[in-house]
């Protein structure tokens, strides 16, 4: 069975078309109006091993939250929709993470529930023209619209660029891992409750 999804996202501050193959091998092709948030999602995708392609046209006249908070719903929501009654997958997963200085440890349950631990701390305002706070911005939109609860926490690190950066590989790796299927389980819901 495939695990893909298609979403189209429109608003009055951005128009999104996203597809999500979570049994691929890397392959993007990324547009987001935005350099930072492209090179971001390529990480994401090259790193998961997800394939992803994004089209986004958005408000950036006025900055770039609009952007980063609706792809990251979009994205949430092509995930939930390719894992549909999450049969099979491991569920939990974890990863501690270096980039050059940054160390970063991220831990995913997709559970069904949605919460973000995000314990980071930038040390500054902008990566280029990207404000770095937006960085979570992106993650809330993801784990409220994919019902997950993730936890990210930068252990060490000095350049923010390299902190986003680690984010972004880890949660990418540690997804990868939660979602992949468990042969043991194969036909199993990883829940007592019988429903994630």
């Known amino acids: 069975m495939a695990r893909t999804a298609e979403i189209v996202r429109n608003t009055l501050e951005t128009q999104i078309s996203l597809t999500l193959d979570l049994d691929g091998t890397g392959v993007y092709d990324i547009d987001t ?27 950036t006249d006025v900055d770039y939250h609009h952007t980063a908070e609706d792809i990251g719903i979009a994205l949430g929501d092509a995930f939930k929709k390719a894992l549909g009654d999450k049969r099979g997958i491991t569920r939990y997963a974890d990863i501690t993470l270096p980039m050059d200085e940054a160390l970063i440890l991220a831990a995913v349950d997709v559970s069904g529930r949605a919460h973000l631990t995000y314990a980071v701390t930038m040390p ?30 930068m252990l060490s690190g000095e350049n923010s660029h390299h902190i986003i950066e680690g984010i972004f590989k880890a949660v990418s790796r540690v997804f990868a891992k939660a979602v992949a299927i468990d042969a043991r389980y194969a036909n199993e819901i990883p ?5 994630l």
Do not use: Q
């Open 33 to 59: 109006g935005c350099g930072f948030l492209n090179h971001m999602l390529i990480l994401f995708a090259k790193h998961g091993r997800f394939d992803l392609n994004v089209k986004c046209t958005g408000d």
């Open 124 to 153: 500054t305002e902008k990566v280029g023209d990207f404000d770095t706070e937006l960085a979570k911005e992106f993650w809330l939109g993801f784990i409220r619209a994919a019902d997950i609860t993730l936890h990210v926490r």
């Open 191 to 195: 829940s007592t409750k019988g429903v």
